[in-house]
C-alpha cells in the first residue's frame, strides 16, 4: 500500500531531511513510525500525502507512483489519505458537524450522503450527540475524535496521524489510540508518527524507528 524506495528529501537550504529510506507497509497493516523531535518523521508523513515531493528514489502509494502526479491532481489524490494533526486544525466558526463535513463538500457529496457520512463518522468517534456544538465547548480529546471523524469522513484506504496523542493525557492518549486500532481492524492502512514509546510498547503493532532521516530498524507485526 506504502512503499519508499531509496528514498531522500533535500530542502533547497540543502538540509536532507530524510536518507536512502527504504519501507513498505502492506493493505490493511497498522505501524507506528518513532523517533526524536527532527528525525524525520513528520517529513516523511508529509511526502505521502503529497505536501512535499521526493528529491530522489520511489515513492508509491495504493499503487500510484507519486512522481507521476501532477500538480492538478493531487487535491484528488488526497482524498484516499485520512491525515489527523497534533493540533487537530479544527474552525472554530462553523459547528461540529460541518467541521467533520469539510472533505465531502469539497469533494462535492450531496448533502443527503453528507449528512449519512458524517453522523456514521461521528457515531464511531462516540460524538454523535455533539454535531450541533462547537469545538470550543469540547475538551481537548473530544476535539482530536472531530479531528479522527473529518479524516475518516470519505472512507479513505490510508489514514495518517502526526503526534496525535501530543497534547492530550495517557488515559485519552489511550482513547485515542484504540480507536485508530478499530479503524485497522476494518481493513484501513494507519501509520501513526508517535514519541509516546509507553504507549506504543502496549501496542501490538510494528514500529519503525526512525533517526536523523534514515530507519535504524523496524520491528514486530508486519
Given amino acids: 500500500m506504502i512503499q ?5 528529501k533535500r530542502y533547497e537550504d540543502g538540509y536532507e ?3 536512502n529510506v527504504s519501507l513498505n507497509m502492506n493493505r490493511g497493516e497498522m505501524a507506528f513510525l518513532t523517533g526524536h523531535s527532527g528525525a524525520g518523521k513528520s517529513t516523511l508523513l508529509k511526502l505521502i500525502m503529497l505536501m512535499e515531493r521526493v528529491s530522489k528514489g520511489r515513492l508509491v502509494v495504493g499503487g500510484q507512483d ?12 488526497r482524498r484516499h489519505i485520512g491525515v489527523v494533526f497534533q493540533n487537530h486544525r479544527l474552525l472554530f466558526d462553523r459547528t461540529v458537524f460541518d467541521n467533520v463535513a469539510l472533505p465531502l463538500e469539497v469533494a462535492g ?7 449519512k457520512r458524517v453522523r456514521a463518522a461521528l457515531d464511531k468517534v462516540g460524538l454523535l450527540s455533539k454535531e450541533k456544538l462547537n469545538p470550543f465547548q469540547l475538551s481537548g480529546g473530544e476535539q482530536q475524535r472531530i479531528g479522527i471523524a473529518r479524516a475518516v469522513v470519505n472512507k479513505p484506504p490510508v489514514l495518517l496521524a502526526d503526534e496525535p496523542t501530543g497534547n492530550l493525557d495517557p488515559a485519552l492518549s489511550e482513547e485515542i ?3 485508530f486500532a478499530a479503524f485497522n481492524q476494518v481493513g484501513v492502512t494507519v501509520l501513526i508518527a508517535s514519541h509516546d514509546l509507553e504507549l506504543i510498547s502496549q501496542m501490538d503493532h510494528r514500529v ?4 536523523k532521516g534514515r530507519i535504524l530498524h523496524s520491528s514486530g507485526k508486519h
Wanted: proline share 6%; glycine share 2%; hydrophobic share 35%.
Fill in 208 to 211: 519503525i524507528e526512525i533517526n
Fill in 17 to 19: 531531511a530524510l536518507s
Fill in 4 to 8: 519508499f524506495t531509496n528514498v531522500d
Fill in 109 to 115: 457529496s450531496n448533502p443527503r450522503e453528507t449528512g
Fill in 177 to 179: 489510540m484504540k480507536l
Fill in 66 to 77: 507519486l512522481n507521476t502526479i501532477r500538480k492538478r491532481q493531487i487535491p484528488y489524490f
